[in-house]
């Protein structure tokens, strides 16, 4: 039976045309598909056999570590692209779950040395990422999904034969290849819902597209967009056409109205359409296309990722960069991106901003909204006037402790000190008014007492010159916040200088200049600097203060002379003198400011306690019944002023119990002194409970004597059964014979004993020692 052309073709593709009766068309049609299918395959396999000679010519490691980086780059391409996002993802994590593998195949290296099989099977997983690579890097649009989708089933056919060719490997790792194995044979060729979108974007035609684009709904603009991406791509329409059509401004007013999917499209496709020219950018340069852009930065994750990449894209055009500065709440929107925890949209941000940093006020609204980079950059390389604006605006913000400390970070402090130090007047000011704002932060002072600026501060407030008059009262500010750091006790002669100021000064600068010298002499390490200040005649030099109306300056001066009486006790009570001491006293009784009542008892706790004339002094003032005033009803204050009104009234106190005068002990305690003492011993600081203590122990050694013998004098009237002491064996009462006991000051007493602080014990054992001393034997029964 005679064969037809095709099966004569089919049995023997070679055979000559010529040989073929009557030979037509079709057949030479079919040769001429097996001709170019031949071609095709002998090219993939000739490609994929260099890439197997390669990949035999290495070491088993090698070949790993070379498989490994074919992951990656694989992932990475799936990661960034900007087509089929969707399936790329599920892609990217099937590619991803290899890297384990191949770790646990690179730890049995050894086993695998001799073992060609478990080579031959890597080789071919290494050649279907390969394969994998080239494809992402082309993405044909019209089978790619499907492509894809067979790059998985071969990856997937690869690992089933590193797992057959594997039986040496733990189970832990033959378990991780079966389930990778498993998710990749079984992935679905094409989910339905690409299926669906496919077949409905085949029928749109480019003049359905642009009637689409223009008046369609949300899920016909949807296909649209997919569908004039791939036009765009294909190259199929040109930029005559998009400008014909109003693609472009189409495009911006679909944004304001479209729902999130379809804004990230148009989006991404302005993106697209910026990228092929220059005109199409000019196009996209209007202020209200820019607006509309702009909102997008607020928005879901990727949109806000394309929209800050699009006005990039944009940034190079100038009138775009002014625009953009004058669009409310972009720069806003920009640095909280650039905060964000997107790294590429954040590095996007910093990029325009940057971009944008060219024009002053967009410097000064980054810097409003916490983005300090180009403000610094202004202070440091601006002209005059630039610097001028800056500092001015610094000066003038709401500053959080956060963003002085990025401030100072950035390098603001050091260009600020320059215009201090050597600029003109202005320059001077603004700089002063800025330093003044950031100093409020421990950190920023270090950074001004290693600037040098003390000494330039200084210069400022002896000078005379008129026009500097005004930078004095913000120097000495800035000079008193630098105080309150130890670090400026580097400058040795600072408070001398300070103090030689004080009466050559205004009323403001003297309150600076003391609160400068009280945070001086206050630090631990100044006992040298307190020590030159009373030889340089401090004391002197602040007692006229003591008589000022101005509450400020009185109340500075009250706090400095507190702190260097602690030094002083002998010389301090010949100094004060007794004007000054009814002074003082007379501040304590009249005074409505806890911190100043605080400072004037502390400054005569700290005179001699053996200074009789002085006791009968503060005495006859009635200092005691006002000090249990003060403390028994003062209003609400801090608990810091409370603490150093409690420790200044305790240390005084301990001059009016003291054991020798029992008269001026019986005085103490009629004017209710030991109630209160018991009361601190439970809610004091620790120094105020030690010297409560102090005193009650003071009190406690008179209590034997004081007390009345069991046997009245007048039988007749018996005494009351509950005064019966058994400690002292006699009949106690609180207020005559001082009896901690009766007092009810045991119990706070052995609880200072039993606390973890440690600063009261010795006061608290002298108390007890002396209470116990007729009866130590019954110290459990009564406690």
């Known amino acids: 039976m005679q064969q037809t052309e095709s099966e004569q073709f089919d049995k023997d593709p070679l055979i000559p045309l010529h040989n073929i009766p009557n030979c037509k068309l079709p057949t030479l049609l079919s040769f001429t598909n097996f001709l170019f299918k031949t071609a095709k395959e002998d090219r993939r396999n000739s490609s994929l056999e260099r890439a197997k000679t390669t990949m035999e010519k290495r070491s088993f490691s090698e070949l790993l570590i070379e498989i490994k980086e074919l992951v990656t780059e694989v992932s990475s391409l799936a990661q960034y692209s900007e087509t089929q996002r969707e399936i790329l993802a599920e892609f990217e994590i099937l590619v991803e779950k290899l890297v384990p593998i191949l770790d646990g195949l690179m730890d049995n290296i050894i086993k695998f040395k001799d073992h060609p099989p478990v080579r031959k099977a890597v080789e071919s997983l290494g050649s279907e990422l390969k394969r994998a690579k080239a494809l992402l890097k082309t993405q044909e649009t019209k089978s790619f999904i499907k492509q894809v989708e067979d790059v998985v089933h071969d990856l997937g056919r690869s690992l089933g034969l590193v797992l057959l060719a594997s039986l040496e490997v733990s189970t832990d790792l033959k378990d991780k290849i079966g389930v990778l194995h498993k998710d990749l044979m079984n992935t679905s060729e094409i989910e339905v819902e690409e299926e669906i979108q496919e077949e409905k974007r085949v029928c749109f035609g480019i003049d359905e597209v642009s009637l689409q684009i223009k008046c369609g709904d949300d899920e016909q603009l949807k296909f649209a967009l997919l569908e004039l991406n791939e036009l765009i791509g294909d190259k199929r329409v040109s930029s005559e056409w998009i400008t014909d059509e109003g693609v472009i401004p189409i495009l911006f007013n679909r944004l304001c109205s479209s729902n999130s999917e379809n804004r990230l499209c148009i989006v991404q496709l302005l993106r697209r359409l910026a990228s092929d020219n220059a005109d199409n950018k000019e196009k996209m340069a209007d202020v209200g296309f820019l607006s509309a852009v702009v909102k997008s930065l607020v928005r879901d994750e990727e949109e806000r990722k394309e929209a800050v990449g699009l006005l990039l894209d944009l940034s190079d055009i100038q009138s775009v960069r002014r625009r953009l500065g004058r669009i409310q709440g972009c720069i806003v929107m920009l640095v909280a991106l650039l905060n964000g925890d997107d790294l590429v949209a954040s590095h996007h941000a910093g990029k ?432």
């Not at 320059?418 to 421990?442: D, H, P, W, Y």
């Open 352 to 783: 325009l901003l940057n971009a944008l940093s060219n024009n002053t006020q967009n410097a000064l609204h980054m810097a409003e909204a916490g983005y300090f980079k180009p403000l610094v950059q202004y202070l440091n390389e601006g002209s005059d006037m630039s610097k001028i604006l800056m500092a001015t605006a610094l000066s003038r913000m709401e500053l959080t402790d956060q963003s002085r400390a990025s401030l100072g970070e950035d390098g603001a402090i050091e260009p600020l000190v320059r215009m201090f130090s050597i600029g003109k007047l202005e320059a001077k000011l603004s700089a002063l008014s800025a330093l003044q704002n950031l100093s409020n932060l421990t950190e920023n002072v270090h950074r001004l007492i290693s600037s040098g600026i003390v000494a330039s501060l200084l210069q400022l407030l002896f000078s005379v010159t008129s026009v500097l008059m005004t930078l004095r009262e913000p120097a000495s500010l800035i000079l008193a916040k630098i105080a309150e750091s130890e670090s400026i006790l580097v400058n040795s002669d600072v408070a001398q200088q300070m103090l030689s100021l004080l009466n050559l000064t205004s009323p403001v600068i003297q309150n600076h200049l003391l609160q400068a010298l009280n945070s001086i002499a206050s630090h631990s390490r100044a006992g040298k600097v307190r020590r030159k200040m009373k030889e340089h005649g401090a004391i002197q030099l602040l007692l006229p203060f003591l008589m000022e109306t101005n509450i400020k300056i009185r109340s500075s001066a009250l706090n400095l002379l507190y702190t260097l009486s602690k030094d002083l006790p002998e010389e301090l009570t010949e100094q004060l003198g007794e004007t000054y001491i009814k002074t003082i006293i007379n501040i304590i009784s009249s005074s409505t400011f806890d911190s100043e009542k605080a400072a004037a008892v502390g400054i005569l706790s700290h005179l001699p306690i053996s200074d009789k004339k002085l006791t009968d002094m503060l005495k006859k003032a009635n200092l005691v019944p006002i000090m249990v005033s003060i403390l028994t009803s003062r209003s609400e204050v801090s608990k810091e002023t409370t603490c150093w009104l409690e420790e200044s009234v305790t240390g005084l106190l301990i001059r009016f119990t003291n054991p020798s005068d029992k008269k001026l002990q019986l005085y103490s305690a009629e004017q209710g002194v030991i109630p209160l003492l018991v009361k601190l011993l439970s809610s004091g600081s620790p120094v105020t409970k030690c010297r409560a203590a102090t005193s009650l122990a003071q009190l406690s050694q008179n209590s034997s004597s004081l007390s009345k013998s069991r046997k009245s004098r007048w039988s007749c009237v018996p005494p009351p059964a509950d005064g019966f002491c058994e400690v002292h064996n006699g009949y106690c009462f609180v207020k005559s014979t001082f009896c901690l006991v009766k007092a009810g000051a045991v119990s706070p007493i052995i609880q200072i004993l039993e606390g973890k602080e440690r600063e009261a014990d010795e006061a608290a054992l002298s108390a007890l020692r002396h209470s116990w001393a007729m009866k130590c034997g019954k110290t459990e029964a009564i406690a």
